[in-house]
């Protein structure tokens, strides 16, 4: 995770591709989805359950996402983490993405549970962003309509679909 607000911004500002939307040039899909097996099954491992896996995405700039069922966590809710097409960014959710602010979130989030998914990521090479700052406005190097209608956010210029 980017050391502070500066490192992340940096960060989201450097993968954001002028020329490709949802993969970045350098974009291995078989690796990519080799990696995301991995992690699933590691989750699966980690938290003796079976994961809900949706990697069949298209038209979208991240690669998928896994969901771990709140009767396998120790936080009582479902844990979603969703995998971006860049640079290897994972976000990790309550329940889902955009229902909880970062102080709520992390109020529900069982430290066992956030030490074993923090693990499995940084030993995959992702890495983990929070959640929160994705919800700004969108002001990188694409137009913002090319998104979507209204207002562009980050989230969806890693981890939506386009």
Same mark, same amino acid.
């Not at 490709?20 to 699966?44: G, Q, V």
């Not at 120790?74 to 640079?87: D, E, Q």
């Given at each position: 995770?980017?050391? %502070? $607000?500066?490192?992340?911004?940096?960060?989201?500002?450097?993968?954001?591709?002028?020329?490709?939307?949802?993969?970045?040039?350098?974009?291995?899909?078989?690796?990519?989805?080799?990696? *995301?097996?991995?992690?699933?099954?590691? !989750?699966?491992?980690? &938290?003796?359950?079976? =994961? %809900?896996? %949706?990697?069949?995405?298209?038209?979208?700039? &991240?690669?998928?996402?896994? +969901?771990? @069922?709140?009767?396998?966590?120790?936080? #009582?809710?479902? /844990?979603?983490?969703?995998?971006?097409? *860049?640079?290897?960014? +994972?976000? /990790?959710?309550?329940?889902?993405?955009?229902?909880?602010?970062? $102080?709520?979130? #992390?109020?529900?989030?069982?430290?066992?549970?956030?030490?074993?998914?923090?693990?499995?990521?940084?030993? /995959? #090479?992702?890495? !983990?962003?929070? $959640?929160?700052? !994705?919800?700004?406005?969108? %002001?990188?190097?694409?137009?913002?309509? =090319? *998104?979507? @209608? #209204?207002?562009? =956010?980050?989230?969806?210029?890693? &981890?939506?679909?386009?």
């Amino acid at each position: 995770m980017p050391a %502070d $607000e500066a490192q992340l911004w940096q960060l989201m500002h450097s993968l954001d591709d002028p020329e490709h939307l949802e993969i970045p040039a350098n974009y291995d899909h078989r690796r990519a989805r080799a990696r *995301f097996k991995h992690l699933s099954e590691r !989750l699966d491992r980690d &938290f003796n359950c079976q =994961t %809900d896996v %949706d990697q069949h995405v298209q038209d979208a700039s &991240f690669h998928g996402r896994i +969901a771990i @069922p709140a009767a396998a966590t120790a936080t #009582g809710h479902p /844990l979603v983490i969703v995998i971006s097409n *860049f640079g290897g960014l +994972a976000v /990790l959710a309550v329940d889902n993405p955009g229902v909880w602010d970062a $102080e709520a979130a #992390g109020q529900l989030l069982h430290p066992d549970d956030s030490t074993r998914i923090r693990q499995a990521l940084d030993d /995959l #090479g992702y890495t !983990l962003i929070p $959640e929160e700052p !994705l919800w700004q406005r969108y %002001d990188g190097t694409w137009d913002p309509a =090319t *998104f979507a @209608p #209204g207002d562009a =956010t980050w989230w969806t210029r890693y &981890f939506d679909y386009l």
